[in-house]
Nanobody
Framework: EVQLVESGGGLVQAGGSLNLSCAASGLPFEDYAIGWYRQAPGKEREEVVCISSDYTTYYADFVKGRFTISRDNAKNTMYLQMHTLIPEDTAVYYC?????????????WGRGTQVTVSS
């Protein structure tokens, strides 16, 4: 059974930083792209950032220069460093994964972790 478990969410003031992690199990992690989506109340889910199995990265324009994604295949874990957070970053962040390349419709999802940025 594939499991993606997010951790690291919480409450932070605007301008602050937060780190998220996503630990994967049940799949050959090195062969999978993995990334983050987020959904704010009343809004559609949106892609945030992704790193493919060949370490190619994709960043949504609204996080470029502020967020950094990385992966540690030895630990089956992906990391997201978030800096200069703004209230608009408030959302539930979901870890998602798909075979090899980043996808608009990944097949595996975590349960999500809440990120709240106060103004």
């Amino acid at each position: 059974e594939v499991q993606l478990v997010e951790s690291g969410g919480g409450l932070v003031q605007a301008g602050g930083s937060l780190n998220l992690s996503c630990a994967a199990s049940g799949l050959p992690f090195e062969d999978y792209a993995i990334g983050w989506y987020r959904q704010a109340p009343g809004k559609e889910r949106e892609e945030v950032v992704c790193i493919s199995s060949d370490y190619t990265t994709y960043y949504a324009d609204f996080v470029k220069g502020r967020f950094t994604i990385s992966r540690d295949n030895a630990k089956n874990t992906m990391y997201l460093q978030m800096h200069t957070l703004i209230p608009e970053d408030t959302a539930v962040y979901y870890c998602a994964s798909e075979h090899y390349y980043c996808s608009h419709y990944p097949g595996y999802w975590g349960r999500g972790t809440q990120v709240t940025v106060s103004s």
